[in-house]
């Protein structure tokens, strides 16, 4: 009887034990951890930088997290995000190694925010490249004046109304805008070139909009293997020093809304943009026929 009173402390002890340390160190192992790799996943329209962002400083810091792999399935989007998340990319290759796996699509801005990792995986198929830059100014002039629907626009300047849909752009307006979309497209070949440690000339030959195949981006020294999502774990892995089977952590991501339920989270995204007032029309992007409209 004593000796069952004694076994069930010590078992009620251990288990306690267990708990205790479960619930002060819940992320790791009781006999060591596994070397661990967090990934940040980049999908859809980059509209907003800010979930991301956080996400890189937050493994940046982790001592826990030896490497991090970004994977990339974007056709881009507005020229501010894309440059945010360039900027603090570059900033965390210089704390551990970061790695790119593209996946269907990593193009314009997607692949922006890929040439400032160590490291860039794609697969043969995958559509990258589209170093651009792009504007949308829909004109509904015609479309305003059947059904009688008229503005008086009042300005400070002749440029503040660059892009009314409710007339004509001015041959001044269109050299303003193309002006800046050229500035705009030095900053992408700069910031690839140096990402890429490719020299500025090559990179501005096939910064045309040309959208590339993964197999052909190889030899153009845009990525850097051909490989899937494994392939770019084992990479990183490699590059992060870690032995045996990495753990993955993947970003914790925002709480679904209504609108993502009922259109998905790309759609409920620029629908969100639109009400904000945030959708930016200068944008490093791979066109589509819906974003015409």
Same mark, same amino acid.
């Given at each position: 009887?004593?000796?069952?009173?004694?076994?069930?402390?010590?078992?009620?002890?251990?288990?306690?034990?267990?708990?205790?340390?479960?619930?002060?160190?819940?992320?790791?192992?009781?006999?060591?951890?596994?070397?661990?790799?967090?990934? &940040?996943?980049?999908?859809?329209?980059?509209?907003?930088?800010?979930?991301?962002?956080?996400? *890189?400083?937050?493994?940046?810091?982790?001592?826990?997290?030896?490497?991090?792999?970004?994977? &990339?399935?974007?056709?881009?989007?507005? &020229?501010?995000?894309?440059?945010? *998340?360039?900027?603090?990319? =570059?900033?965390?290759?210089?704390? =551990?190694?970061?790695?790119?796996?593209?996946?269907?699509?990593?193009?314009?801005?997607?692949?922006?925010?890929?040439?400032?990792?160590?490291?860039?995986?794609?697969? /043969?198929? !995958?559509? !990258?490249?589209?170093?651009?830059? &792009?504007?949308?100014?829909?004109?509904?002039?015609?479309?305003?004046?059947?059904?009688?629907?008229?503005?008086?626009?009042?300005?400070?300047?002749?440029? =503040?109304?660059?892009?009314?849909?409710?007339?004509?752009?001015? *041959?001044?307006?269109?050299?303003?805008?193309?002006? !800046?979309?050229?500035?705009?497209?030095?900053?992408?070949?700069?910031?690839?070139?140096?990402?890429?440690?490719?020299?500025?000339?090559?990179?501005?030959?096939?910064?045309?909009?040309?959208?590339?195949?993964?197999?052909?981006?190889? =030899?153009?020294?845009?990525?850097?293997?051909?490989?899937?999502?494994?392939?770019?774990?084992?990479?990183?892995?490699? *590059?992060?020093?870690?032995?045996?089977?990495?753990?993955?952590?993947?970003?914790?991501?925002?709480?679904?809304?209504?609108?993502?339920?009922?259109?998905?989270?790309?759609?409920?995204?620029?629908?969100?943009?639109?009400?904000?007032?945030?959708?930016?029309?200068?944008?490093?992007?791979? /066109?589509?026929?819906?974003?015409?409209?």
């Amino acid at each position: 009887m004593k000796h069952t009173a004694i076994w069930l402390t010590c078992l009620f002890l251990m288990v306690a034990t267990g708990i205790a340390f479960w619930i002060l160190f819940p992320d790791d192992g009781l006999f060591g951890e596994r070397g661990r790799i967090g990934v &940040i996943e980049i999908r859809g329209t980059i509209e907003n930088a800010q979930e991301n962002l956080k996400a *890189l400083k937050e493994y940046r810091k982790d001592t826990r997290i030896k490497a991090i792999l970004l994977r &990339i399935d974007s056709p881009g989007g507005g &020229i501010g995000p894309s440059q945010e *998340l360039y900027r603090e990319v =570059k900033r965390t290759t210089e704390a =551990k190694p970061v790695v790119a796996s593209l996946g269907g699509i990593a193009a314009s801005g997607g692949y922006y925010v890929a040439a400032a990792t160590n490291r860039i995986i794609a697969n /043969p198929g !995958t559509i !990258t490249g589209s170093i651009g830059v &792009i504007m949308f100014f829909p004109n509904l002039k015609e479309l305003l004046d059947k059904i009688g629907i008229y503005s008086n626009i009042i300005k400070s300047g002749r440029f =503040k109304d660059v892009g009314n849909p409710g007339r004509e752009m001015t *041959l001044e307006e269109r050299d303003l805008m193309q002006g !800046t979309i050229e500035e705009a497209h030095r900053q992408f070949v700069q910031d690839v070139a140096m990402g890429r440690s490719l020299p500025e000339e090559e990179v501005r030959q096939i910064a045309d909009g040309r959208i590339i195949m993964g197999q052909t981006a190889l =030899k153009l020294g845009l990525i850097d293997e051909l490989g899937n999502f494994e392939d770019a774990v084992n990479i990183a892995a490699k *590059l992060g020093k870690i032995e045996g089977d990495p753990e993955l952590l993947f970003a914790r991501k925002k709480r679904f809304s209504l609108l993502d339920l009922l259109f998905g989270s790309e759609v409920s995204e620029k629908v969100k943009s639109c009400l904000d007032g945030d959708s930016l029309f200068l944008r490093y992007q791979l /066109p589509a026929s819906r974003d015409l409209l």
